[in-house]
Every structure is written in structure tokens, then in C-alpha cells.
């Protein structure tokens, strides 16, 4: 047997394969040269980061990001200075509580107190995986993992071009974790929908709603 039908197409699948290669090496490059260096001008810093040179202006105006101006038209960041940056501003999501309804009364004796907790807000510092690490864990897909994020709106970030997931969330959804080594008995779909008398769509919702472990 041959994986291709013809020696055209074993060909061309060559050269695609050696394309992909090139256009890795060519994306990741840049990346490789910058960990080389100190100080970086706004453009390379946009690519360390994986965001925009305007987004990294406005870093900068915003004092968040230090930079020195050399010139009119020459500017650089420190790369250590971009690594503090993220040690100092830890992702915070602000989950606010729920208001109580305000009073009609002219009464405002305690008027500042009521405001504080119409105000009231709850701070908190959340946990991360990576979305390599989700789906090693869980043993799901990249386009699921999207998809719930999604769906359940799982806080998340990007750092240097990689999302990062709240893991509070992402185990409440995904449920806990368990080790699949020790499980010994295991039932194909079509087992368990004739064992039961259901079809194989199903045993898949059942299994999804449960979050009953499953392996390929």
C-alpha cells in the first residue's frame, strides 16, 4: 500500500511539507533573535510581546512600560523592563457583586455607608493553565477548548501569544482531574449503547454532561 495515489502527489506533498518547514523557521526566527538581545526597539518589542507597535505606544504613554528616547526618531525598551512589567501587574479580574436596589427615602443618616457597599466590588487574583496544559490534563481538543472558554466565559489572558486560562474555571467546567492509568475497565460506545439500549449520540451526551473519563 502507498500513501499516495501517484508520484505527482508524493511530490507535491514533499514540497508542501519542506513549505511548512521554511514558514515555521521564518515565523520563529525573529522570536529566537530577540531573546538575544537587551534593549528593543517598539516594533521587536511588539513581536516579543505579540501585539501591535501601537499597543506597545500606548504601554508606554501610559507609564506602564518605561522606555528611552535616543533620538526623534529612535526609541528602545529594556527587555528585563518588559519581564518586570508582568511581575508587577499580576491579571486581576474584577467580579462585582450584586447591588442592592437604592432607597427612596430623603433619610441620610447613613448615606456614605450605603454607598460603600452599592459600590462593592470583589477583587481576585486568579490561577492560570496554559492551553497547552488544558488540554494534556482534560484530553481535549483546541477547537473545544475554544468553544467552552467561550461558552462558559472562562477568564483568560494572552501573554506573548499564548492564551492562559483561569484554572478555578477551567476545573469547575472541565471537572477534576483523574487518572486515566488507573482505570482498567473500559467500554467501547457501541458497548454501553447496546448494553443500554441508546444510540451512540446518545452515550456521547450522556458521557459530555457527566464528564465521564473517555480515551481515544
Not at 27 to 35: I, T
Not at 37 to 65: D, M
Not at 104 to 120: M, Y
Request: proline share 4%; charged share 30%.
Amino acid at each position: 500500500m502507498q500513501k499516495y495515489c501517484s508520484e505527482e502527489c508524493a511530490e507535491q506533498a514533499k514540497e508542501n511539507k519542506k513549505k511548512r518547514q521554511r514558514d515555521f523557521l521564518r515565523a520563529v526566527e525573529p522570536v529566537m533573535e530577540l531573546q538575544q538581545q537587551e534593549y528593543l526597539t517598539f516594533s521587536k518589542a511588539a513581536i516579543l510581546l505579540g501585539c501591535t507597535r501601537q499597543y506597545v505606544y500606548k504601554l508606554v504613554e501610559q507609564g506602564k512600560l518605561p522606555a528611552s528616547r535616543l533620538s526623534s526618531r529612535m526609541a528602545l525598551v529594556r527587555k528585563s523592563d518588559i519581564e518586570n512589567m508582568f511581575e508587577a501587574n499580576p491579571y486581576n479580574r474584577v467580579l462585582p457583586c450584586t447591588k442592592p436596589k437604592k432607597s427612596v427615602s430623603k433619610k441620610i443618616k447613613n448615606s456614605a455607608k450605603d454607598k460603600a457597599k452599592e459600590e462593592r466590588a470583589t477583587d481576585e487574583v486568579l490561577e492560570y493553565y496554559s492551553g497547552e496544559e488544558v488540554k494534556q490534563i482534560y484530553k481535549v481538543k483546541q477547537s473545544w477548548l475554544y468553544a467552552s472558554a467561550k461558552r462558559h466565559q472562562i477568564p483568560m489572558c494572552r501573554i506573548a501569544g499564548r492564551n492562559y486560562y483561569s484554572k478555578k474555571h477551567i476545573d469547575a467546567v472541565f471537572g477534576t482531574t483523574i487518572d486515566l492509568d488507573a482505570i482498567v475497565d473500559w467500554l467501547s460506545p457501541q458497548e454501553v449503547a447496546d448494553r443500554y439500549g441508546i444510540n451512540l449520540t446518545a452515550v456521547r451526551s450522556y458521557a459530555h454532561r457527566h464528564k465521564i473519563p473517555s480515551k481515544p
